[in-house]
Every structure is written in C-alpha cells, then in structure tokens.
C-alpha cells in the first residue's frame, strides 16, 4: 500500500473520477474487497489464455461498481495479453437485430479492440498486420510467398462459419500490404469491423460473397478469437455492458432474439467449443431475473443459469455463470475513500490532505444531504469528495471541517433510467 | 231387631238404597241381614248374585277370614273371631264425631286399641262387641274391602285401628263402611287432614279405586295419596317403634315412596316433604356414624335440607373429615336456599360429573365444614292428623346441624353456577333436540369434565399423544378420534370443539377461535401443545404479522412446486428469530407452519389480510419473503414471479424484487445498519478490518498482475542487463523490428505518413510493426515504446533504459 503510485496513473484515475466515470487503467489502486469475485474471474482470463472459454453474467445494482469491475476485468485481461473488446449495448447496438443493430454493435467491438501496447482501443490493424508480420518472417524463412503461409496458418479457421471470408479477407490485407494498396488494406480493415452494409460492395471490394451482417456477430466473434490467437495473443476477451438495454426492448420477440444469442455464446462457452473467447456481460438484478422481460423469461437461459443449490445458508459459489456485486456499503464506502485519498497523495501517506477523521465527517455531511443509503450510488459524492481534495491541494492550510459543510453532493438519479422501459411500440404516445 | 233397624237407618241414609245395594254387592254382611229381615222384592236376584259371590270368594279370601288368618303382629284387642260371614257381625261403629277429644300422649309409641272409640253420638243401644281389629297388609298380599281387590296391600284394613291422637287412624279402610258406587279420584274432596272413615262413600269409592288400579294414575287427588302414605308413615313410624319384624316392610316402603314421589312429587311439595321425611326416617333407622363415607340414597327436594344429609354432613364436620363430592351434589341439589337451574336438571350426569370435577379441583379432596354449635335433632313432624302431636323425634348426640352454616353452601352453590353455566350451551342443544344427548356435536359444548368417562379417556389418549409432540390430522379424523361417527361437526360445533381442546391444553390450527377459517371434514388441522394460560393467543398484531408472514412464505415456498426442507427449515428459523413473539406464540406458529407445509394457502385468499399493514412491517415482510426465496440457493422465475406479485399485493413497488432478491443473494448482512443522519456514522469496525484483510488480498493478486513495482522510482537500474548486442534493442524482436524501434527512438514525436513510409523501407506494416514493439517494451520494460495514432508520441525516456 505504501508503494509509490506512477503519476499517470494517479491522474488516470483522478480525472476519471472527477469526472464522474470509471477509470481505464489503474483500476487497481482502489479496488476495495470483492477478491473472490476478481479471483473468480482472473480464472476465467487465465482459462481463456489456455484456449478455453468463460461466460459470465457480472450483476450488480446501479452503483455497484459492475462498470469498475469489468474495466478492472478488462485491464487484467490486457495485462494477460488477450485482446479485448468491450461495447455497451444500447438500443441501436445489440446482439440481435434485423435492422444493423447487432452489426452495428459487432462494429463498436472492433473499433475498441484492444491491446496491451494499445490499451485505448483501435488495435484491429495492428492484431492483422502482427499476424502478417509473423507470418512473412515465416515465409522469407522458409521463401514461400506470404500470402501461401497465411492462407495455411488460416487453414484452420475455414472450418468455422464464415472461415473463408474471412481468410480471403485477411490474405487480402496481406496483399494490399504487399502490393501498397492501401484502398485494398482500408476495405479489408473495414470489412473485419464489419462495417460494409451490403454484400455488393465487399464483393466489388474485396471479393468476398458475404459480409459481417446482424445474424452472424457470434460467429464473427468466434473467428476473431481464433485469429487473434493465431496472431500471437493469448484470446479474445469481450466485455458488453449495460445488458439492460435489451431488458428494456419493448418488443419481446426483439428480447428473446437476443437471449437466444446469448445462449448460444452460453452454450458455446460451457461445452468448450469457443477457443479462446471470453465473454463477461454486465448487467442489473431486473435483467437478470425479470421473469417477463428479463433472462428468466427466456426458459433454455433461465435453466442453465441455475445457481448452485449447495450455495445456500451463506455459502457462495463464484463459479456459477453469474457473478453478483453486492451494493457497496458504508465500509466499502469507507475504504474507498480512504484509497482515494491514497493514490491522491501520489502513494505516500505523509501527503495526505485529510486526516480519518474528515472522511467519516464527509460520509456524515452526504448522509445528511442525500439520505441515509448515499454509499450505495457512489458517483457524486466520490466526484465531490475529490474536488473536496482538490480545493485542500490547491489552498493549503485550509480548514477541511469548514470546507466540508459547505459541499455541495448531488444525488445520483441515473440509476432510474435502468429501470426505465421502451414503451410498447403501439401504446406510444408523444406530446409536443 | 237391632240389626232391622241399623239396615233402617242405612236405608234411611242412603237415598237409593238398591243402587247402592248392587254396589256394595260383595258386603255379604249386609246382604245377608237384608234377606234375613225383611225378605224383599226380588230377594231371588239377590240370592243369585249371592251364590255368584261366594263361588268366587273360593279364590279370594274374605275380609273376615283374612281378620281370622291374620297373625297378630301389632296389639290386637280380644275380639272373638268369628268364621265366615256371620250374620251376627255387626257393622263397624258408625265414625264417632268426638271433635273435642284430643290425646296428648307424649310418647308415640303408646299405642294401643282403644275400645273407647265407639261413637256416642249414636242411640245405637251397644257397640258391636267383635269389631275386626285393623291390621297392616304386608306389601304384595292382595286383600278384599268392599268389592274391590286391593292387589298389593300396603295397607291397613280392619275395623278398629287407634291412633296416637286417640282416634282411629285416618289411614285405616274400614270395611264396614259403606262405599258408594261410584267415585272419581281425580276430583279434590277429601279435607286438610283426610281419612277414610271421614270420608264420604263416594271418597272412599275413589281411593279404593285408586288403590285397586295400582296407585299410578298421575291425575289422582294428592289427597288420596296422603291416605295412603298414613298407612305407610303409620307402618314405619308406629308400628316399627313397637316391634322390629314391622322394618322387613321398609325397603318395599322405600320402594314405593320413591315410586310414589316420582309420579306425585312434582305434584305436591307438601307430599314430597312428607314422604323425603319419611324416608329420611328410615334411612337414619340404626344410622351408623360417617354416613358421609356410604353412597347418598335419593332424597326428594323439600324446603328442608333432609335430615339423612344434615347428619352426613353433620357427622363430617364433626370428623373434619372432607366431604366427598357425592354428598357436597347432594347438599346442593337439596339445599332448600339454592335452585339449581334448568341446565342442570336436564342434564343430571353431566351436571353430576362436572360438579365432582370441578368441586376437586377447587376443593382438593373436598369441602371441610367447621363444626358449628347448633345440635342436630331429626323431629319428624308426621303427615297423618293420626301422629300429630306426638313427638317423634332422633338425637344424634352432639353432631352439628349444618344447616345452620352459610358459608359451605355458598361455596358449594358457586361451584354449581359454574358448572351450570358451562353446560349452558349443552342443555339448550339437548333441549331442543334431546336425541343428539351423544352425539359429538352436543359433547363438545360440556367441558371434558362432564364427559363419559370412555370418552373422556379418548380426549386422555389424543392429548398425551399431543404432549410427545404436534400431530397433523384431518377434521374427520379427530372426530373419529374422539368417538364420532355420525355427522361431521358444524361450525358452531367444531368452534366449540377448539374450546374444549384448547381447555384440555390441546391448541389447535387453524385457529378457529382467532377467527380463522372453519376446516372441512377433509382439512387438516394441526394439534399442539398449548398451556392452559396460553390460550387466546394469536390475537396480537405481533402475531398476525408474523403469522401473515409464514402464509405468504409457504405460499412463496410452494411457487416453484415444492416445499422444500430448507424453506421449511428457514420458515422455522424465522419463527424463532422473530422478537416480540412469546413462547406460546412460537408454538402456535410452528403449529401454524406445519398446517401451512400441508396446505398452503393462495395469495389471492392473503391479500384482504395484508390491507391493514403499516408500510414498515409490509417492507418487513418483503424483506422476509425475498431472503425465504433466497433460502433454498437458488431463486427461481416461478418464485421471482410469485415475489413480484407479493410485492405488488404488499403494494411495494413489485420491480424492487430483483434488487431485493439480488441484494440478498449477495449477503443480505452487507446492508449494514444506517443510523438516520442525525445519528451520525456507524462504522462496523470488524466489517471494516474484514475488508482491508480482502483488499489486501486482492491487492496483493493485482500487483502481481500489473507487477507494478519494477524497479524504484523509476531509477535507470539495469534490470535485465542484456546482452548489448546491437541486433537487439528490446529483445523478443526481430531484426526489422529493433531497426524501426531505433528509428522512433530517433524522433520524440512522428508523423503516421513519416512513419509509415519508414516502414515499408523496411518491410514491415506499421501498425504491426508498433504492436509488436510496443509489447516487447511491456516486456521489458513495462511500458510502451510509443502511444498515439497520428502524430505517434515516443517515450524517449525509455531510451536511457534500454541503453542502460
């Protein structure tokens, strides 16, 4: 704890919160308690690593930190070398749509793919090029052309669907490098981000029959595990958020399209038959257990995801498909706080802006403000505790105690928004 | 002529003397004198109807051979007996009117026929010298007076019969006197102080008839029965005082006086006090001492105490002994000052075990009266004009009169009322329909107490099987188990039966006396233990919450298909976490439980009951509801879909479920307990070194995983010292790579079209080619070579490192 903390980091992390989100690296740093749950899914990236395959559902309250956790989830992942790509759903981006939905969210993966060198997203080109690299050391080894020693380490990948494509497509990534057609190298970049819409235009571009269209995202998603691990990544790690948008869809045959396809990455996943490829789902108790709407409305899903019987009276199994965040409390609360105030002072305890006792005077000032359950949304008052720092940084030798009964915390209301449902398509109304 | 002219003067009395003739057919006597004297008209009829008489008089004997045959047992005056029909008998003395004479002997037992009663009034010259001495008919000896058959004696017949008083007996049937043809005993002739001889003729047509007729004719004039009972108080008073034989009629005497009572005690106080006397006379005949320890013979209520009561309980005071329940029922069924009520008339067992029960459990081994001063003395005051004053009368030493005592009565008629009172209900049930007396439905309205000893042991037997623990059954089969197999009960009936059971310490569930719904024949109920001060439990709003609680739970237990052990086991545990909940209270829940683990109950049948809820205990009861769905591992859809519908009966906002359910998947205990702000924080200091342990523990993984520490501060300590060889630069790269990474590490910053050209001099992609550099700088390094797209930002800090 008393390691000195890189200034990056610090400011990554204070600067996330300020702004009221989670942080994208450092993660680390305040993590208080839940090492069952990081044990549990540290498992699963490992598993992943090794050439298997996880699926979790991560569910937890607003508040509870499930966007924390899977960033946390994702930087491990990184630090793992696995490729990651993470998107939350929302009602244009799902995993199963009619209308370039699910393309469109197949799309948004992509473009955040990441790696560890290039943590921020936009790592697809340099997964493809890694792989060619690789395989043109191998060919100038053994003097064949490139392209022949990337369609055979592709070889394997033509037994899944869409196999071909998709090697044609990178062989002609691989071509365009060869040959400096950059036009070719875009169309082949665009056509893995799954962003050409009609089958016409890839094939006058590429000479592909097929594109990545909404009903074969899965699909894609399995053969991007594969390559990445062909490409020298240990596997595809993808972390969708904000399950509850497809909670909130209002048509119900819109909803059981998309459990069905998580069923399928469900079933997928316990039978082994996705190399490589972990999959986390975040989403809230409503999504979850909503037997109208949500994935115990859909029986297959619900059966599967039965939890442990064994795991009653206390017990708690964490190798269960569903992983539950508890809603922080005040001691989380607590530590929290007192973490924060850690990595504000750079890591050493003598710069510390606030002694104990103001933390518990600020949780009492927020208590007052926003009632007695303000631990359990934690954005705002972590917002305002660290401008609270920030103000005592800047004027040294202020009075924290006048400061603090002056603060202004605002309550955090996002959490209704989860709860919020499309209305019916025919019982809308609207008013001008 | 004497004899012409008495026949004269009946004629002369008489208004029709030949009706009367044919009446009196059989007094031979008359009749014969009448042929002899005068030798009337028709005289040949008569003489038939004579003949007819005597050939019957073969079988029954006549009055004056009975007179003959007789064996005195009493005085008898030395009157010559005379065989047959003599028809030099003269008829009896006409009935003297001596009105002023009055005896006053004291002692009653001077009897003695007087011979001096003739009647003087009379010219009759002389008094007949052989009138038939009165003698007593033992009982079941048929005898002859007029023309009448007496078939079972008990009377006293004759011609002479003195009493105390001087005078004949009253009780005495003369047959010498006439006896008209005709009588009604239903009509009230007879005077106060009635006797035969003073009677009319047409009287003593009616009493003979009476008598004739067996004495049972309820509608009689209850004059002629004291008649009768003269002869019987005469019998067991005088004549028992002079010669003991005279006691080996009493138990028939007893036996027809109770008969007697029984038809006309209800009739004539007067004659049930007389006739309680005299049977108290008999009975306290050679009374030994503790009566109070023999069986109470039968008493008819008088105004008085009977004295064989006052002398048992007498003898009990004076022995401090306790009265045994026996004799305190009797006392009280007897005291003069106390009635007791219809219910417990009607029912006498019933009232007669009750009273035993309950005079125990009161009394312990029974009643201790305090002997008292006032002296016991039996003055037995006699019905028949023939004793009035003479004193008869029994001391019995220095036992007290009890009667004289207030207090035990009091007592013993509080414990009456009450036992009255709890048959109440029973006896307006039997008096409305006496037929159902057995039936359970009539049974269950006594307390056990009152019941049949059999059926007393089946309540015995239920409710020790009871004491080793609940037992589950069905309506009927309790019935059964009580010894019913008629009608099932109705509600008013299986009410009454919750009654009974909850005073024989049996709680039973449902609750039908907290209001609860009554069960069906085929329902089950539930029976238990339940103490006897615990009774009315369930009425508390503590209670009905918890109990609402356990309904709503099973109801949620039975959503998805099974009433698991663990949710049974859960539901029980709730029950004994609850606080404010009495022991009693507990029991009944459990109770309550097991009759909801059998069946239970729809939440749309709950909802009316939730209503009155305030929202803290309805938020309670979620909360509950949600950790019971919780309790088996696993929440099911059926179970989340049944939750939202309590939520929504309990009207809380039914999408709180799945937080609620989530929250409590998570560990419910993880929703510390805020203060209200005011309050200030709590912090749980344990929880708090909990988490720090686990944030340790995790901490300690991460930094394992992000391998933050390196080396200090970022110091140029030569961690790896590699090989300086040039073709090197980060290892783990080829040597395209190494030459571009030295390339960037040439420029801070680079243009992407800069770059990019760089790279395909050097054959190399170059996204690809920063991927992997940049990863063998993690490496090694632990940090990217370069970041950014366009421009792309080298990390030439790094350089120092490597060069390092």
């Not at chain 1, 050391?137 to 998709?166: C, M, N, P, W």
């Not at chain 1, 699909?219 to 990544?233: C, E, I, N, P, S």
């Not at chain 2, 014969?32 to 009829?45: D, H, I, N, P, T």
């Amino acid at each position: 704890m008393n390691a000195p903390i890189r200034p990056k980091d610090r400011d990554a992390i204070i600067q996330s919160l300020r702004a009221g989100v989670v942080p994208r690296r450092g993660q680390h740093l305040i993590q208080v308690g839940r090492s069952h749950e990081v044990e549990a899914l540290v498992a699963d990236i490992d598993r992943v690593a090794d050439g298997g395959s996880s699926f979790r559902f991560v569910i937890g309250e607003y508040g509870a930190g499930k966007t924390f956790f899977l960033n946390l989830i994702r930087t491990i992942a990184l630090e793992r070398k696995l490729v990651v790509a993470n998107a939350d759903l929302n009602p244009d981006r799902r995993l199963h749509a009619s209308g370039g939905q699910a393309r469109s969210l197949y799309a948004e993966l992509m473009r955040n793919l990441a790696t560890r060198a290039k943590p921020d997203g936009g790592a697809l080109p340099g997964t493809v090029e890694k792989f060619i690299a690789t395989a043109k050391s191998e060919a100038e080894k053994q003097g064949a052309a490139t392209e022949q020693i990337v369609r055979s380490r592709l070889e394997q990948l033509t037994e899944l669907v869409h196999g071909y494509d998709f090697a044609d497509v990178i062989s002609a990534y691989c071509r365009g490098a060869e040959e400096g057609n950059e036009q070719l190298k875009s169309d082949a970049i665009r056509w893995l981000r799954g962003e050409f819409a009609t089958r016409t235009d890839a094939r006058a571009a590429l000479g592909v029959r097929t594109i990545v269209d909404d009903a074969s995202v899965y699909d894609q998603l399995k053969l991007m595990a594969r390559f990445v691990r062909l490409a020298g990544y240990a596997g595809l790690f993808v972390c969708l958020d904000e399950l509850v948008n497809i909670y909130k869809l209002a048509s119900s045959q819109a909803r059981s399209g998309n459990y069905e396809q998580i069923l399928r990455m469900l079933n997928d996943s316990l039978q082994g038959t996705s190399v490589g490829l972990g999959l986390v789902l975040g989403g809230t108790p409503e999504f979850l257990m909503d037997t109208r709407r949500g994935v115990y409305s859909y029986a297959a899903l619900q059966s599967r995801l039965a939890e442990n019987t064994f795991a009653a009276g206390g017990l708690v199994d964490y190798s269960g498909p569903v992983l539950k965040l508890s809603s922080l409390a005040l001691e989380d609360f607590y530590l929290l706080l007192r973490k924060i105030r850690h990595v504000y002072a750079g890591g050493d305890p003598d710069h510390y802006l606030l002694p104990d006792e103001a933390i518990t005077r600020f949780m009492e000032h927020c208590a007052k403000r926003l009632g007695d359950q303000f631990y359990r949304t934690p954005r705002t008052t972590i917002t305002s505790f660290i401008n609270l720092l920030a103000i005592l940084e800047q004027n040294p030798g202020t009075d924290w105690t006048a400061l603090i009964g002056g603060l202004d915390v605002e309550r955090d209301e996002g959490g209704k928004g989860d709860l919020a449902v499309e209305p019916e398509d025919e019982l809308a109304s609207f008013r001008l | 002529m004497i004899v012409a002219g008495v026949i004269f003067l009946i004629a002369l009395l008489s208004s029709d003397f030949w009706s009367m003739f044919v009446i009196l057919g059989g007094v031979e006597l008359v009749v014969y004198v009448l042929l002899r004297m005068s030798r009337v008209r028709q005289g040949q009829s008569v003489q038939r109807a004579l003949r007819a008489m005597d050939r019957r008089d073969q079988s029954e004997p006549t009055l004056a051979e009975l007179t003959e045959s007789t064996s005195g047992v009493r005085p008898r005056t030395s009157f010559g007996s005379t065989h047959v029909p003599v028809p030099a008998a003269v008829p009896a003395p006409l009935p003297a009117a001596s009105r002023g004479r009055t005896v006053g002997t004291d002692e009653f037992y001077s009897t003695g026929a007087s011979p001096k009663s003739t009647a003087p009034g009379y010219a009759l010259p002389k008094a007949p010298k052989e009138a038939a001495p009165g003698r007593w008919v033992p009982p079941g000896e048929p005898v002859r007076v007029a023309d009448v058959a007496l078939p079972d004696g008990m009377v006293y017949v004759g011609a002479r019969l003195d009493a105390p008083n001087g005078r004949t007996s009253p009780c005495l049937i003369n047959g010498l006197l006439p006896v008209a043809g005709a009588g009604d005993y239903r009509t009230r002739q007879l005077g106060y102080w009635p006797s035969y001889a003073d009677a009319s003729p047409g009287e003593r047509r009616a009493y003979l008839t009476w008598l004739a007729e067996g004495r049972t004719n309820p509608d009689c004039d209850i004059g002629y029965v004291f008649l009768f009972f003269y002869g019987l108080e005469r019998r067991t008073i005088l004549d028992s005082s002079e010669n003991a034989a005279a006691k080996e009629d009493w138990p028939a005497i007893v036996r027809e006086l109770r008969r007697l009572l029984a038809i006309y005690g209800e009739k004539s106080g007067s004659f049930r006090h007389y006739a309680g006397e005299l049977l108290s006379w008999i009975e306290l005949d050679g009374a030994a001492s503790a009566l109070y320890k023999k069986p109470v013979p039968d008493f008819p209520r008088t105004y008085e105490l009977p004295p064989y009561l006052r002398l048992a309980l007498g003898q009990a005071a004076n022995d401090r002994a306790p009265i045994p329940a026996s004799l305190g029922l009797a006392w009280v069924r007897m005291a003069p000052d106390y009635r007791l009520r219809t219910a417990a008339t009607r029912c006498t067992m019933e009232f007669e075990r009750l009273f035993t029960a309950r005079y125990h459990d009161d009394l312990g081994a029974g009643l201790v009266i305090p002997k008292n001063r006032t002296k016991l003395k039996f003055v037995y005051r006699a019905a028949s004009a023939g004793l009035a004053g003479t004193n008869i009368s029994i001391g019995f030493g220095d036992v007290p009169d009890v009667t004289a005592l207030t207090r035990p009565i009091k007592t013993l008629a509080a414990i009456a009322d009450r036992c009255t009172d709890q048959l109440a209900a029973y006896s307006r049930l039997v008096g409305r329909d006496p037929s159902l007396a057995d039936s359970l439905e009539c049974r269950v309205l006594l307390p056990a107490a009152a019941w049949v000893a059999e059926d007393k042991a089946r309540l015995d037997a239920l409710s020790t099987r009871v004491r080793t623990g609940s037992i589950t059954l069905t309506m009927k089969e309790l019935e059964t188990s009580l010894g019913d197999t008629g009608q099932p009960l109705t509600r008013k009936g299986i009410r009454s039966l919750a009654q009974l059971l909850e005073a024989a310490e049996i709680g039973m569930e449902p609750n039908v006396l907290g209001g609860a719904r009554i069960p069906q024949p085929e329902d089950s109920i539930v029976l238990f233990e339940q103490l006897a001060q615990d009774a009315n439990v369930g009425e508390g709003a503590e209670y009905q919450t918890a109990a609402l609680t356990l309904q709503m739970g099973s109801a949620l237990a039975l959503a998805d298909g099974k009433f698991g052990e663990q949710e049974i086991g859960f539901l029980r545990g709730r029950i004994d976490e609850w606080e404010r909940l009495t022991s009693a209270e507990r029991r009944r829940l459990h109770a309550h439980l097991r009759l909801l683990v059998a069946g239970p109950p729809t939440l749309a049948a709950l909802k009316k009951k939730l209503e009155p809820l305030t929202t803290a205990v309805r938020e309670s009861v979620a909360a509950c509801m949600v950790t019971l769905a919780q309790s088996d591992g696993f929440v099911s859809p059926d179970e989340v879909k049944f939750l939202e519908k309590i939520y929504k009966a309990l009207g809380i906002e039914p999408d709180r479920v799945f937080s609620d359910v989530h929250a409590a998947g998570t560990g419910a205990s993880r929703t510390s307990p805020a203060k209200s702000p005011a309050a200030g924080i709590q912090l749980d200091a344990d929880r708090i070194a909990a988490l720090q342990q686990d944030t340790a523990r995790v901490s300690a993984m991460l930094s394992e995983i992000f391998t933050e520490e390196v080396p200090d501060q970022g110091a140029p300590e030569p961690v790896e010292p590699e090989p300086h060889g040039q073709p090197s630069l980060l290892p783990g790269l080829d040597e395209p790579h190494c030459a571009f990474a030295r390339l960037l590490l040439t420029r801070p910053q680079w243009a992407r079209a800069e770059l990019e050209d760089a790279a395909a001099d050097l054959g190399l992609m170059l996204d690809g080619a920063l991927e992997q550099i940049n990863e063998a700088a993690f490496d090694t390094l632990d940090a990217p070579l370069c970041e950014g797209d366009d421009p792309i930002d080298v990390d030439t800090e790094l350089l120092e490192k490597i060069e390092a």
